[in-house]
């Protein structure tokens, strides 16, 4: 089957202060496009699932397993399950994460 979406159609949740997020699943994945407020933080956090974040755009501030590091707009970063890492918005900020299995908790 051939799935056709606007990004924008997908419903936005705001599951964490000040991050917004557009999800789609897949059997094997999810993909979530996110938005995010200047100054919001994502507190340090760990899952099974591997994990790519890619700031579209803006200035995220991450930490991956105590290591702290800008990226930004054109950057990618991957994160390796059961991991500690959080976040923190220096500018506005648009990324996309992928996690593989799927999320099943942004369902």
Known sequence: MIMKKLITDIPQKELFDGFNGRFFHTESYTIAFWEIKKGSILPEHEHFHEQTTQVVEGILE????????????????????????????????????????VREDYK
Do not use: Q, R
């Open 62 to 101: 991450m930490t991956i397993n105590g290591e702290s590091f800008l990226l930004e707009e054109g950057m990618i970063a991957h994160i390796l399950p059961n991991i500690i890492h959080s976040g923190k918005a220096i500018t506005n900020c648009k990324l996309t994460d992928t996690f593989c299995p």
